[in-house]
């Protein structure tokens, strides 16, 4: 997996994971990449920071990807505690929230592109977080 720094025609920047950058370039073609915040499908690859070598190589030593699971664990668990689910109903509580007729609070759920499209006309900004499966017990 590879990230990129990408910047839409609005200056809009934002980060996205690819395969390699062979996926990159198919998705751009194909125009399947979009900005987050404000659904730009014209997006570039920006300049990204710059690591300073300390003298530990990178990725270096098992604790590296267990770090990197719990860093990420740890990014879903705060998204699951402090927003509620609402499915398939995200686009219209969204709606409902941005309108007055309920209380905001932090939501997560799916949303159809027509729909995303609706809360983008609508000015209602939101991101797309792509979670992680939970594993059924039986």
């Known amino acids: ?25 198919r998705q751009k073609s194909e125009g399947l990449l979009a900005c987050p915040i404000c ?17 530990k190589t990178a990725g270096e030593g098992p604790d590296s990807a267990y770090s990197l699971m719990k860093v990420m664990e740890k990014f879903y668990s705060v998204i699951e505690n402090n927003t509620t689910d609402v499915g398939a109903d995200f686009a219209k509580e969204a709606l409902k929230m941005h309108y007055g007729v309920s209380e905001p609070r932090g939501i997560r759920g799916i949303a159809t592109e027509q729909e995303e499209k609706i809360l983008r006309n609508e000015g209602i900004s939101f991101v797309k977080i792509p979670m992680p499966v939970k594993k059924r017990s039986n």
Request: glycine share 4%; aromatic share 12%; hydrophobic share 45%.
């Open 1 to 25: 997996m590879i990230a990129f720094d990408l910047r839409c025609e609005k200056d809009h920047v934002f980060e996205a994971w690819f395969k390699d950058n062979l996926s990159f370039e």
């Open 39 to 55: 659904g730009s499908n014209h997006v570039e690859k920006a300049l990204s920071a710059v690591a300073v070598r300390t003298g």
